[in-house]
């Protein structure tokens, strides 16, 4: 995977504003695959970072970045809680709750619909999709409620990965762009 390409699907995340990115990339081998990984996760943890392989299929792999601190602030949110206890998670700890996220995305064809919270979506907008109630609005993820925060925020999000990707193409590296939690 190239570095470009993490920083395209992943800049929000790299810069402090959002708890975690998913992205597909392409891979040759999974050795090649997790020596990249391993690289990543090097430089990134420094960071307050992570980098894991979710799933794979068809010589892609489905990765997740994502600042564990803040997945466990996250979690800590009584919303969220409910919404995951309702899913079948029963040990709320984060890493747990990832572990079964995984196993529900490599034995299932779609997505378990709680992955927003492991993004850091709103809450009642990860419910709303559950629920199948009639977004108001597209964009990083699916509106539910509050559009004019949402709005904002894809607005920060679409800036932010414009200036990483400036910074990144002007000489920045992939360390130097990532914040410190």
């Known amino acids: 995977m190239s570095e470009e390409a993490f920083i395209r699907h992943c800049s929000p995340t790299l810069a402090g504003l959002k708890?975690?990115?998913?992205?597909?990339s392409h891979f040759g081998s999974k050795e090649e695959l997790y020596s990249e990984i391993r690289?990543?996760?090097?430089?990134?943890k420094?960071?307050?970072?992570r980098v894991l392989p979710?799933?794979?299929q068809n010589q892609r792999a489905l990765i997740y970045v994502y600042r564990p601190?803040?997945?466990?602030q996250d979690f800590d949110c009584c919303e969220v809680c409910r919404i995951l206890k309702e899913q079948g998670y029963e040990n709320l700890n984060q890493n747990h709750c990832l572990a079964q996220l995984i196993s529900r995305l490599r034995s299932a064809e779609d997505?378990?619909?709680e992955i927003g919270l492991f993004l850091g979506y709103p809450p009642e907008d990860v419910s709303g999709f559950i629920r199948k109630e009639t977004c108001c609005m597209?964009?990083?993820w699916k509106v539910y409620h509050n559009q004019k925060a949402a709005r904002k925020t894809f607005a920060k999000y679409r800036k932010c990965t414009e200036i990483y990707l400036r910074e990144y193409r002007?000489?920045?590296s992939l360390e130097q762009l990532a914040v410190t939690d």
């Open 19 to 24: 708890t975690g990115n998913l992205f597909g």
């Open 39 to 44: 690289h990543l996760n090097q430089i990134l």
């Open 46 to 49: 420094r960071k307050g970072l």
């Open 54 to 56: 979710l799933k794979y």
């Open 69 to 72: 601190e803040r997945l466990k």
């Open 111 to 113: 997505f378990p619909h």
């Open 138 to 140: 597209t964009g990083y």
């Open 170 to 172: 002007n000489g920045r």
